[in-house]
Every structure is written in structure tokens, then in C-alpha cells.
């Protein structure tokens, strides 16, 4: 479980520079089913986190919880879900950095069990950006 949401860390965190141009902001109805698995788990993991931030023993219930549910298998499941082409999982990134914004109240203030399963917010888009 911990190397998934290492995993997860990293690929958010890396650098994808080198996109001339990103087209229109993604949308959640944009995403392939594996674009939307990995947008899902990582949610999900979030969510756990902020639970666990106020609750360490609940919050580790709730991981063990899910590393039983996904099993073993879910780091291969959800690296295929991960793009490989720059543009598109930069395009993925910025939909993931909205709906974490859009979830930051929720996930600072009033993180709770229930919400693990909430629907993802789908976050308006951003103005395209382009880069010279």
C-alpha cells in the first residue's frame, strides 16, 4: 500500500516540461476508465489521509481496509491507467490538482469517513494555457 501512494506522490510531483501547448482542460467524462481509476484511487488516498490526520487509528483501519479491497494487484492496475504521452498526463494532472483544490475545504476541515465514497467533484475547467 505504501508504494502505490508513493507512486502516486511521484508521478504528480514530476516535472512535465517540455508540453508546447496543453489543449482545452480535462473533464472527469473526458478520462478513459484507467485515467479514472488512478484519478480515484489517488482521491480515495487523499481522503484516507485527512482522515487520518485527525483520527491515526481509524485513519490506519481505513488503509489496511483498502489494501485488502484493492489487493495486490493494484499498483499494475493502476499504473496502466497512467498515460504516456506528456501532454495527456500533464492534461490528467491539472484535472487531479482542480479537484483536489475543489475537495481542499473538505479534506482540511471536515475530513470524515463518508466522504471516502462522495462522488469526485468535477471542477470547472481552466483557459488553456500555451507555452512558447
Avoid at 485527512?50 to 499498483?75: M, V
Avoid at 475537495?103 to 463518508?114: K, N, T, W
Wanted: aromatic share 2%.
Amino acid at each position: 500500500m505504501p508504494t502505490l501512494t508513493v507512486l502516486l506522490a511521484l508521478v504528480l510531483a514530476t516535472n512535465l516540461a517540455g508540453c508546447e501547448r496543453r489543449q482545452k482542460s480535462l473533464q472527469l467524462s473526458d478520462l478513459t476508465q484507467g485515467e479514472r481509476l488512478y484519478i480515484e484511487r489517488f482521491m480515495v488516498l487523499e481522503r484516507t489521509r485527512a482522515i487520518a490526520l485527525e483520527d491515526a487509528d481509524l485513519g490506519a483501519a481505513l488503509t489496511d481496509s483498502l489494501a485488502a479491497a484493492w489487493g495486490d494487484s493494484s499498483l499494475q492496475e493502476v499504473q496502466r491507467g497512467i498515460p504516456s504521452e506528456p501532454a495527456r498526463a500533464a492534461a490528467i494532472h491539472d484535472l487531479l490538482l482542480r479537484i483536489l483544490a475543489a475537495e481542499r475545504d473538505s479534506l482540511v476541515q471536515v475530513p470524515a469517513q463518508r466522504r471516502l465514497t462522495a462522488p469526485l467533484p468535477d471542477p470547472p475547467a481552466n483557459p488553456p494555457v500555451t507555452e512558447e
